[in-house]
Nanobody, 122 residues
Framework: VQLVESGGGLVQPGGSLRLSCSAS????????MAWFRQAPGKEREGIGT???????RYGDFVKGRFTISRDNAENTVSLQMNNLKPEDTAMYYC?????????????????WGQGTRVTVSA
């Protein structure tokens, strides 16, 4: 199983980034896919999760700034992040869970990527 994130980097406040995660080694279409993040000294938090049908759920802090999407034909999941703020600085992780449910708890996810760093700074 592999989950490989890409798209992180340095962006100015108010800017945008699109993260991508390429998945292999499991039946992607049956898995819930999610994005989490962890800032230094803070607990990991769920950003958004999406199931095969395209139905998605977001953490309360997202407030419409982030959009999760998936391509079941390409086995990819993406996170479009707009209006980024310094507090969005963190490692961002892609995760896959077998439950098929819209859970934002990390306990629901079996496979994890290595993460991609996002830094929001002027």
């Amino acid at each position: 199983v592999q989950l490989v994130e890409s798209g992180g980097g340095l962006v100015q406040p108010g800017g945008s980034l699109r993260l991508s995660c390429s998945a292999s080694g499991f039946t992607f279409v049956t898995y819930s896919m999610a994005w989490f993040r962890q800032a230094p000294g803070k607990e990991r938090e769920g950003i958004g999760t999406i199931v095969s049908s395209g139905q998605a759920r977001y953490g309360d802090f997202v407030k419409g700034r982030f959009t999760i999407s998936r391509d079941n034909a390409e086995n990819t999941v993406s996170l479009q992040m707009n209006n980024l703020k310094p507090e969005d600085t963190a490692m961002y992780y892609c995760a896959a869970g077998p439950s098929g449910a819209l859970s934002l708890g990390d306990w629901a996810y079996l496979f994890w990527g290595q993460g991609t760093r996002v830094t929001v700074s002027a």
